[in-house]
């Protein structure tokens, strides 16, 4: 079968679609035949080298997050799946081996999978499993938004900034979008309140807010000064600099800026496809690449501006 794989740390070209063998599941686990994947700020910044003390540095090395597609074979023990139910699910990041989502076939734990919303095609169904339950867990778990309290969603263009402006305008919060101005209209139709240009607003213009969820990951201590009193913060665009600034933040209590690792496992996949089915949240592609040109997405991702998500597809004359 055909799977994306690293072999050195660095660029896009240094991504290759290799041939190698068919996973097996084992006790636990469950095949699926991948039919799309989506690319992630983790996927880069792996292949990038810049989480060796999590990828490691044993080759290859396997790219993408998140897929969806079928059942196409289960291990032992494993119930609630049969061959041919569509799935949507992600590997976890601490145990991405040769092969990861964007693949032909991938292995995972039965419990980090769930039945992807039938109103979905899995090339929207991928772009949905990261974004919407980092959102997810962003709005309910982390700040646990209320209804009617003032949200700055910032980054709001991008793959979980769409998400998290749908999710907080679906959980009552008068939503706040920062990104550029051009995407006023689509983010007003996701259910902003507000739009304000990234590109001529500055932190000390705005605000206060009761929550504020980043996605860029920079100037986090600026923007953590517009909460106001019992405010709370969440990023997850991770860096070495918002790393520091989230440590150094713990002295603010509530108003520190919060972070999580994303790893949805199946009861969150089943919240993200219930908010689907109610009409709560809705995919937003922003391209779709073949998976022979995962390098092109990841070199577009890298360059921003996106709209929603890069999304690669598994041709099916191919599985």
């Not at 290799?18 to 992630?40: C, I, K, Q, Y």
């Not at 240009?197 to 920079?218: A, E, K, L, N, R």
């Not at 509530?254 to 919240?271: G, K, Q, Y």
Request: hydrophobic fraction near 45%; aromatic fraction near 4%; glycine fraction near 12%.
């Amino acid at each position: 079968m055909k799977a994306v794989q690293i072999t050195s740390f660095g660029a896009a070209d240094v991504l290759r679609v290799n041939d190698v063998d068919r996973p097996v599941p084992g006790t636990g686990e469950v095949l699926v035949s991948v039919e799309a994947s989506s690319v992630n700020g983790h996927d880069v910044i792996v292949r990038a080298g810049e989480l060796k003390m999590v990828s490691g540095r044993r080759f290859p090395i396997g790219v993408g997050l998140d897929f969806a597609g079928t059942v196409a074979a289960t291990g032992a023990g494993v119930a609630g799946y049969r061959v041919g139910d569509r799935v949507w699910g992600m590997v976890h990041p601490r145990q991405r081996h040769s092969v990861a989502g964007a693949a032909e076939y991938v292995v995972v734990s039965a419990d980090r999978i769930a039945h992807a919303p039938a109103d979905l095609s899995s090339v929207e169904a991928a772009s949905l499993v990261v974004a919407g339950s980092t959102a997810l867990i962003a709005l309910r778990d982390s700040v646990r938004l209320e209804g009617g309290e003032r949200v700055l969603v910032r980054g709001a263009a991008g793959g979980v900034g769409t998400a998290a402006v749908q999710l907080a305008h679906a959980m009552g919060g008068q939503v706040t979008a920062l990104a550029r101005d051009r995407h006023a209209e689509l983010l007003t139709d996701l259910g902003a309140d507000e739009v304000l240009d990234y590109g001529s607003t500055t932190s000390d213009q705005i605000g206060p807010f009761d929550v504020i969820v980043d996605t860029v990951g920079t100037e986090l201590n600026c923007y953590r000064s517009r909460l106001a009193k019992g405010g709370r913060m969440v990023t997850v665009g991770l860096s070495p600099s918002a790393l520091a600034a989230i440590a150094a933040s713990s002295v603010h209590g509530s108003r520190r800026i919060r972070t999580f690792s994303a790893n949805p496992e199946t009861p969150v996949l089943r919240d993200v496809a219930g908010l689907v089915t109610s009409g709560a949240l809705r995919p937003v592609i922003d391209s779709v690449y073949p998976l022979a040109d995962i390098a092109a997405a990841h070199q577009a991702f890298e360059r921003g501006g996106v709209v929603g998500k890069h999304v690669v597809t598994v041709p099916r004359s191919s599985v």
